[in-house]
């Protein structure tokens, strides 16, 4: 029997606030469809084992690499394997970057005492680069970090913190690339990034907000090497010091594909859920976190949805996005194809998988109207499995492949999980390797989010629709992402 869900609305205080009252239970099939979902991954989960053999025979999977191009043929075949006939690339043309050469001289002003300092390149950073300038110390690089310096920076090289040093209460940290991007409004030579986690850990990840080819140099140093730095800058002598910047990286026009298993919606095919997880990589290790964990989560949910033969009322995307690292290019291709073809209407939520693990929760990402439902559907999933805490949180955010659909009001959402410190420090960095993933928190990403797809892709109503362009607007500033947007020139409406 078909219950509906039946919402009753009864306040419209705020943009994309409205609060509803449930007058019917979730339909009782629902504890039935997640108590077979539990069984079939906690006993057949193949996201593990399909990581661990990605992961040997692939190694690293950056967009527009040789090995890129076998982690999208693996994904096709993998989706194959589990019995969907509808797999596709979906092919978009990118530019795709990759290092070369790198070095970092320290000098102190009018001197040849020149110290050598282990870096990495972040990603985008110009094809060819000498620069050699004084070293202007911006902090955590903040936005009023570079304004109180505005006038020592022109020329100089900023040197800023990746994350916040002794984080001020309320402040909120940017992207890497947002950082770089002041550097060079400010008139910066050059950008050097220090890492914070300590253990000589060398970060990389894209310095570019659009994906494209920034003008300056942007590297990343070491904890120890940027606390040394810093002491020679601020010992008795007070030394100028000098940086030296030099690299080679290669950057060219690729096709890039992205991977896409459809699963035919049983009553309102025309509707979709898109479910995405990146599958491209950094190339200094080999991305085991980020984004195995996500990417195989999507297929492993994949392989449940065809192993199960569940078929939902709406249409479900299983999604592969490449270029994810390379600045959101799989994600923003797709959405910009819905656009022409007059369809991202037909989107009616986009769940993210990008280093979820072992969730406890539902992120509904600033959607008030969506908050009674998931509620519901956590309890649900918590008389399936007692120990899902259904953590309800209400926050958006940017930098993964829900971006390009949340920014053209396509509702978002996501799984509150959780990474242990020692994991989350190899982040973009030369550890992130199999050896950090936890088998059995891997197949609980796979068990819960496979029921809050199912329970989004089989609702008879769901609460969110798409916002207009005004509603867009309104949501975004209310979440605070309208400075980040700003300063990546995402930001499309007149001031």
Known sequence: MRQRFTLLIITTMAIGSV??????????????????????????????????????????????SANGARAETYAYD??????????????????????????????????????????????????????????????NGLEGDFAAMKDKIPGKIALVNIGLAAPTKGARNLHRSEKTALAIQ??????????????????TGTASVTGKLIPIPSVCISYESGTALRQWMNDETKERLHAVIDMTNTSRKIKARNVVATLPGSKLASEKVVIGGHLDSWDLATGAIDNGIGSFSVMDIARTFKALKLKPRRTVEFVLFMGEEQGLLGSRAMVDAYKKAGKLD???????????????????????????????VGEVMRLTSPDFANTLSNQAGLHSDHQPFMI????????????????????????????????????????YSAMVLYALADAEQIPARRFDDATTRTYLIAQGLRTPLQIANEWRWKE
Request: overall charge negative.
């Open 78 to 139: 993998l989706l194959r394997s589990y019995g969907f006939k509808d797999v596709r690339y979906e092919t978009f043309e990118v530019e795709a970057w990759a290092r070369d050469t790198c070095s970092l001289s320290i000098v102190p002003n009018k001197s040849d005492n020149f110290r050598d300092v282990k870096v990495v390149a972040l990603a985008h950073s110009p094809v060819e680069a000498h620069v050699k300038g004084e070293i202007v110390d911006i902090g």
């Open 346 to 376: 037909q989107v009616r939520y986009m769940m993210n998988l990008d280093m979820t693990n072992n969730p406890m929760g539902i992120n509904a990402f600033g959607r008030d109207d969506m908050l009674p439902l998931l509620k519901e």
């Open 408 to 447: 053209e009001g396509v509702p978002v959402i996501g799984m509150n999980g959780n990474l242990p410190r020692e994991t989350l420090d190899c982040y973009h960095a030369n550890c992130d390797r199999l050896n950090l993933v936890n088998k059995e928190h891997l197949t609980n990403t796979v068990r």
């Open 186 to 203: 400010y008139g910066a030579a050059g950008v050097i990034m220090v890492n914070l986690v300590p253990g000589n850990v060398l970060l």
């Open 19 to 64: 609060a509803f009252l449930p007058v019917s239970p979730l339909r009782p099939s629902l504890e039935k469809v997640f108590g077979t979902i539990n069984e079939e991954v906690s006993q057949h989960s193949r996201a593990y084992e399909t990581l661990a053999d990605a992961t040997n025979r692939i190694g690293h999977r950056l967009t527009g």
